[in-house]
């Protein structure tokens, strides 16, 4: 047998066999329990997807409303059971389309959504009481959810029907990814306010989507992902409490989003050990009494930073290896990236085709058979076990530093993933982690692929309707409306209720975003 030292992506030496004598000390009944029991280390349901799939939920989102709304009828038909929606860089840093600084990115990166009038167009002829719907987006989150919800209303469906998730998480944005706005405290605020709304008038809605993914793209390791993740989701869960909100009226519509790497069992062990954590965490640390607010739930979705540009056609082997270890780690919720995505927007036939490969899992490989079935293995134990201890380190040094908030003011994240993406980076140049068809079995590229079209003409009419609306519309009400959002702002209300009521005047998002700019002021890190 070969006695080469093998590590995961996060360092963790890899034993040549492994066998009972791994597991000394592992005590079953505390750390496995049943499907659907406390700790949930095996699923957070008893029947898992036996008793229903994960929910198929492809990403969506490009040039304008109207376009997204036909992809999202596209993969409605092919089959999808949830929608997911991705913003451009514009709706996600509070401008609107006719901002000098969204000129070039309207409708790029995702939807461009400045207004109540672009929601309808979003979500025209959708069942809304029906679909459960996610939204990638942070610094504007709030907004995006009662345009959602307006619309809604709108159509006949109140807020207790509404079922879907915002992300919603700003933290992670200060630590990997950059779409803030506002300075760390004051945008805690906002997601406290969130919390406290949709407790009153959306029950059923994920306030929250606490957010490893980003984290894991910008270069961190798994176990740093789901240590940085949890850290922050504790951060959330303080600032709730501090605000007068009780652990078990918010804390069961927390949720997660996770990443999917190349290394399987890694992987796996990753989402059991989250899963193990978050439920100690929520117990013995906040006193949560409600089984629900002990429940790690998570989407995941495949890791885009593992896609190549050169021969892109194994990306659909890459994506359906991690779609594989999302699904036998347990996942709520699931997106498989196309295949042609490090080229550009997914087009239609790939975004069909990841979406195939999600079926073809589901329904012919028999991994949703039975529930959890690699618990019991020496390795995936051992691995979660080992995944689990260094995780709890990172969450006791954040602590020591005075938790989350803290933490990334002093900028330690950003230094940790740094390091883990320089290390990946070196081990990839020297060849030590091999990335097929990239540093090893490399071939001249004869084909030319396929790249989604971006129109700038869509571009064009977006910022041509916000203008318009801007002229139409009852100014003066809305300057009323917006100075009510400037009082809240200085105050101590709930900031959503006045947010409403003035994007329901058709304030845009960027008129809504620049009011709170002039209270909170903008973030400038270090």
């Not at 519509?253 to 050990?273: G, Q």
């Not at 991690?322 to 780690?329: D, E, H, N, S, T």
């Not at 692929?449 to 910022?463: A, C, G, L, R």
Request: hydrophobic share 40%; aromatic share 8%.
């Amino acid at each position: 047998m070969a006695n080469n030292k093998r590590t995961t992506d996060s360092g963790i030496e890899i034993n040549p066999i492994y066998t009972e004598s791994d597991l000394s000390g592992f005590d079953a009944a505390s750390k496995l329990g049943a499907p659907g029991s406390f700790p949930y280390t095996r699923g957070v349901q008893e029947s898992m997807y036996r008793g229903r799939l994960w929910t198929m939920r492809q990403y969506a989102g490009f040039g304008t409303a109207e376009a997204t709304n036909e992809r999202f009828k596209f993969l409605l038909g092919a089959g999808q059971t949830g929608l997911s929606c991705a913003f451009d860089l514009p709706t996600q840093m509070g401008y609107d389309a006719d901002h000098i600084r969204s000129e070039g990115e309207v409708g790029k990166v995702g939807v461009a959504i400045s207004s109540l009038d672009d929601m309808r167009l979003l979500l025209a002829g959708l069942p809304l009481d029906e679909v459960t719907t996610s939204m990638t987006i942070n610094s504007t989150a709030s907004t995006l959810l009662l345009f959602y919800q307006l619309v809604a209303e709108e159509q006949g469906v109140s807020g207790d029907k509404l079922r879907g998730t915002i992300q919603n998480d700003i933290l992670k944005e200060y630590v990997a990814r950059g779409t803030y706005i506002y300075p760390p405290r004051p945008s805690m605020r906002l997601i406290v306010d969130t919390f406290s709304y949709c407790a009153k008038e959306m029950p059923n809605w994920n306030t929250i989507s606490i957010s490893g993914y980003h984290i894991r793209e910008a270069g961190s390791t798994a176990v740093q992902e789901i240590a940085f993740t949890l850290a922050n989701g504790i951060a959330y869960v303080e600032a709730a409490m501090a605000a007068g909100l009780a652990i078990d009226d918010f804390a069961p519509r927390l949720s997660f989003f996770f990443n999917a790497h190349n290394n399987m069992f890694e992987e796996i062990a990753k989402y059991r050990a989250a899963r193990r954590l978050w439920a100690n965490i929520m117990r013995e640390r906040f006193g949560a009494k409600d089984p629900k607010s002990m429940m790690l739930r998570f989407h995941t979705q495949t890791g885009g930073s593992t896609l190549t540009a050169q021969q892109p056609l194994n990306n659909v082997v890459r994506v359906t290896v991690q779609a594989m270890a999302a699904a036998l780690g347990g996942t709520q919720s699931l997106h498989t990236n196309g295949f042609d995505e490090a080229l550009g927007l997914p087009t239609e036939h790939a975004a069909k085709l990841a979406l195939r490969t999600q079926q073809i899992l589901g329904y012919e490989s028999g991994i949703a058979d039975t529930v959890d079935p690699l618990a019991g293995s020496y390795f995936v134990e051992s691995m979660t076990d080992e995944v689990e201890k260094l995780a709890s380190a990172y969450i006791k040094t954040i602590d020591d530093m005075g938790g989350a908030v803290a933490a990334i003011e002093a900028n330690y994240m950003q230094d940790e993933i740094e390091s883990a993406a320089y290390e990946f980076a070196r081990n990839v140049d020297k060849g030590d982690n091999v990335v097929v068809g990239v540093n090893k079995f490399a071939e001249v590229e004869t084909t030319k692929n396929d790249v989604f079209p971006v129109d700038k003409k869509q571009q064009e009419d977006q910022v041509t309707r916000v203008k318009a609306l801007k002229t139409k519309r009852d100014n003066d009400a809305v300057e009323a409306a917006l100075d009510d959002v400037a009082a809240a702002a200085r105050g101590t209300q709930n900031l959503l209720y006045p947010m409403k009521i003035a994007l329901s005047r058709m304030a845009t998002l960027g008129e809504v975003a620049d009011v709170l700019r002039a209270e909170f002021g903008t973030y400038q890190p270090h």
